[in-house]
């Protein structure tokens, strides 16, 4: 047995040994061993890999990983399709980052994992490292005033990522004890229009089925592509064309 085989015995029980089985219907998952501290994982074709700190073996850290491969399992490809929308769109991609995307998409996927990891007998409080972190710091939050509170001023692109950024990042928060409401309140005086945008969407996905998935009857990808659209046009008149008024002035 090589180190990897042991270290997977290790990982693996009665609670997550099903979301193994499933992934390998469909991909050939590995265990690699590695020194970081997080665990993390990557998909290529169908080689399923999970890296797995040697020093910090954690059946939850674990498992979580291998719930974003599940989804995939399952056709759930949501940050892989928000990361395509945005390359081929040039107006989100002036306007906003990948890694703002790729860590929304993975926000968005903690959604539709969380009820199975507590199902699977999980405690949420095991579900991310970062269950007991504000997602909204002061930090945060004087920026995005700052950059986006006058709506007669175009927009700078860092406060437009963070403002999209820290709706879906509280959104998507698990800790009940964070009360997030005045920041939307205040976020939905600021700019109306962006935050309608996101919340439409938000409740498309809140409703989304992972289990009825089907790409013509029931699909992520309508909504999620009409996300995006949205975005590219609101931040046209938001930045660039602002921008371009300011310059002719």
């Known amino acids: 047995m090589t180190m990897e085989d042991a270290v997977l015995q290790q990982l693996l029980d009665d609670r997550n040994k099903s979301f193994w089985d499933e992934i390998h219907e469909v991909f050939v998952p590995t265990v690699l061993l590695c020194e970081s501290r997080h665990y993390a994982f990557h998909l290529f074709e169908k080689k399923a890999q999970f890296f797995v700190p040697v020093s910090n073996l954690s059946k939850e850290a674990f498992t979580h990983e291998l719930m974003h491969i599940w989804l995939r399992s399952k056709n759930i490809f949501i940050t892989n399709f928000l990361l395509n929308r945005l390359r081929e769109e040039p107006l989100l991609y ?99 229009e962006l935050f309608q945008i996101l919340d439409r969407f938000w409740n498309l996905w809140l409703q989304f089925d992972i289990e009825r998935y089907d790409p013509v009857a029931c699909s992520y990808k309508p909504f999620t592509a009409q996300l995006m659209h949205d975005l590219g046009k609101w931040a046209v008149e938001a930045i660039h064309t602002r921008q371009n008024k300011s310059a002719a002035a």
């Open 94 to 192: 002036w306007s906003f980052t990948d890694n703002m995307f790729e860590q929304l998409g993975y926000w968005l996927e903690h959604v539709k994992m969380l009820p199975y990891f507590i199902g699977a007998g999980f405690k949420k409080e095991k579900f991310t490292e970062d269950y007991d972190q504000y997602k909204c710091s002061p930090m945060h939050w004087q920026i995005m005033l700052a950059g986006m509170s006058n709506p007669s001023k175009k927009v700078p692109l860092p406060c437009l990522d963070l403002y999209v950024s820290r709706f879906f990042a509280m959104k998507t928060c698990c800790n009940e004890w964070f009360d997030y409401t005045p920041y939307f309140e205040a976020m939905q005086n600021i700019r109306p």
